[in-house]
């Protein structure tokens, strides 16, 4: 079967059943309760909040970004399926925004990872928001949202970059630091199973 005559009816069903990712980050994420809700109702669109990352195909990263949270940026967009797509709501997201000069703050998300729409605005209101969404949609169907497959094509580049800034070996360094974490947490389930048996 060749699968392209398919491809606009999967872009449709793709931009209509968006499901974000947030990443509220700073005062931005504010805004995200009245878009969900029922004065911008972002549902009736097909979108849905999602907490898990391996099950959200959008990102919308809403806050400024310190290089902790950063680590956490990456690992979770790496962790989403492809194709994904990353919206940056708000000056501090995109550029650090207020605190440009802060000695603590990302000044440019889009070295680290791709960005597809950014959004202006401190803070962007949920029109703004919308607009974004809207814009993200409209990307989707033509087949220019592809900051995924930008991430691959660059990978290098943006290792560079996230290997300047943490070091190398940070992922390692990370999984370490949450393996006993993740171990506890798996044996405390287990214990709590048996008891339950
Ligand atoms: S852009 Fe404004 S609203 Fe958004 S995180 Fe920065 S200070 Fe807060």
Redesign the pocket.
Known sequence: MDWKLWEPLIEFARKRSLWIVSFC????GIEMPPLMTSRYDLERFGMMPNPAPRMADLFLI???VTPKTLKRIIITYEMQPDPKYVIAH????ING???WDAYNAIKRLDAYIPVDVYIA???PRPESVMEGINKMMEMIENGTADSWKRYKENYEWYKKNQDELFGEGWREREAKRWLPWIMDDLKRVEKEREKND
């Open positions: 980050t700073g005062c931005g809403t806050g400024y708000g000056s501090c997201t925004g207020i605190y605005g401190c803070m």
